[in-house]
């Protein structure tokens, strides 16, 4: 590595959310604050709900008129 070039590393960076400390990484600043990591994520915390508002499958099936093997 050439001398004077690359920033200081920081092996022991703390990472911030909502001011608590969240887990400790390596990076080149000594300090992180997000605003969303895994453990408030609805993805990983199961809370993800999908919700059809519009009715885009009702919408799909007037629109082409898509009958299932029951209404045949």
């Not at 997000?34 to 919408?59: A, C, L, M, Y």
Request: proline share 4%.
């Amino acid at each position: 590595m050439n001398k004077d070039i690359h920033p200081k590393w920081y092996n022991d960076a703390k990472v911030y959310c909502d001011g608590k400390h969240i887990m400790t990484v390596g990076s080149t600043k000594p300090e992180l604050n997000v605003d969303i990591w895994s453990g408030n994520h609805p993805f990983f915390t199961g809370s993800q709900r999908i919700i059809d508002t519009e009715g885009r499958v009702e919408k799909f099936i007037r629109k082409y008129n898509v009958q299932s093997n029951d209404q045949k």
